[in-house]
Nanobody, 128 residues
Framework: QVYLLESGGGLVQAGGSLRLSCAAS????????TGWFRQAPGKEREREFV??????????YYADSVKGRFTISRDNNKNTVYLQMNSLAPEDTAVYFC???????????????????WGQGTQVTVSS
């Protein structure tokens, strides 16, 4: 079992920045890639891919909507994955979830089905 806890969300004005953290505990030795997804208001059935990072941190991938503004990174010594979000816009408002996979894959997975454990989410609200 792997437990994920997100933190760092909050209310920020457009153009501002936030850094989200995803702290893992439990059987972290069994995890591979970690991803960030978000769920916007009124879209409770849709979790949109945001970014993913491989176990080593060598490979990353971003959704086009956040490329150049968000940066995913990890500190394996702390079992924590970060999402640095800059130039935030109102359309970035969502609940942000981190998720980890316990199955290795040749490439980073961009769909929710590729991840096995999920955190409870952290709210990010960007005001205009």
């Amino acid at each position: 079992q792997v437990y994920l806890l997100e933190s760092g969300g909050g209310l920020v004005q457009a153009g501002g920045s936030l850094r989200l953290s995803c702290a893992a505990s439990g059987r972290t030795d069994t995890t591979y890639a970690t991803g960030w997804f978000r769920q916007a208001p009124g879209k409770e059935r849709e979790r949109e891919f945001v970014a993913a990072i491989s176990r080593s941190g060598d490979d990353t991938y971003y959704a086009d909507s956040v490329k150049g503004r968000f940066t995913i990174s990890r500190d394996n010594n702390k079992n924590t994955v970060y999402l640095q979000m800059n130039s935030l816009a109102p359309e970035d408002t969502a609940v942000y979830f981190c998720a980890c996979a316990v199955r290795p894959t040749a490439v980073l997975v961009l769909s929710t089905s590729g991840y096995d454990y999920w955190g409870q989410g952290t709210q990010v609200t960007v005001s205009s």
